[in-house]
């Protein structure tokens, strides 16, 4: 009941495009879902996150969609461009509550590369 | 704040080594979490801290990992001895209100 799932596992999009990565939760007691943006040779680094009382969240070219009756979010890149090529990770958990911190569940992350 | 700072950056060692990782986090933050990175298992949880107490450590592979968070501004994760298996990107995390700040990692090659 702790999984998260990512998909697609890797990504090529064309400069300009849309990239969409999805991913579903099973956990009905998270109420946080960041995404996180890798790039080769750093840490993981948090790119937007949302709560389940709005469907949707936007900061500038990335938006996160969010369906909780069926338990499932998913991160679109708009105009997508070659700095945007990374490995994105989907995560859920707690929020923050009573002075502590819950962990993070990760979804396996996605490779994308946006072509020039 | 100069951000999550860990040590080293890089670490070669022989199987049957002590390994000691350090990671100092960001002032302020009351959340610690080592987490283990490889491309075959992904981004793994190996144990977090709340206000220096260990929460869950369910993650640690076996009792050849052990961490420690003796105050608020360090923390350690040690393999004793190390395995080739054990070679892998370890990161460490501090938290402020749910958001997660990775370090920089440290690269743990085990020959």
């Known amino acids: 009941q702790q999984q998260v799932k990512q998909s697609p596992q890797s990504l090529i999009v064309q400069k300009g495009g849309i990239s969409i990565i999805n991913c579903a939760y099973e956990n009905t007691a998270f109420d946080y879902f960041p995404w996180y943006q890798q790039f080769p040779g750093k840490g993981p680094a948090l790119l937007i996150a949302?709560?389940?009382?709005?469907s949707e969240k936007k900061e500038g070219r990335f938006t996160i969609s969010f369906n909780k009756s069926a338990k499932q979010f998913s991160l679109h890149i708009m105009d997508s461009q070659p700095g945007d090529s990374a490995t994105y990770f989907c995560a859920a958990s707690k929020s923050y509550s009573g002075g502590s911190n819950y962990k993070l569940t990760f979804g396996k992350g996605t490779l994308l590369t946006v072509n020039p | 704040d100069a951000g999550v700072i860990q040590s080293p950056r890089h670490e070669v060692t022989e199987m049957g080594q002590e390994v000691t990782l350090r990671c100092k986090p960001i002032s302020g933050h009351n959340s610690l979490f080592w987490y283990r990175q490889t491309m075959m298992r992904g981004l793994e949880l190996l144990i977090y801290f709340n206000n220096n107490v260990p929460i869950d450590d369910s993650g640690m592979p076996e009792d050849r990992f052990s961490a420690k968070m003796p105050n608020a501004s360090f923390s350690t994760l040690k393999i004793q001895p190390s395995e080739p298996r054990d070679s892998a990107v370890y990161f460490c995390?501090?938290?402020?209100?749910?958001?997660?700040?990775f370090g920089p990692g440290t690269r743990l090659t085990v020959l």
């Open positions: 995390a501090s938290t402020f209100y749910n958001e997660q700040f």
């Open positions: 949302i709560r389940p009382d709005v």
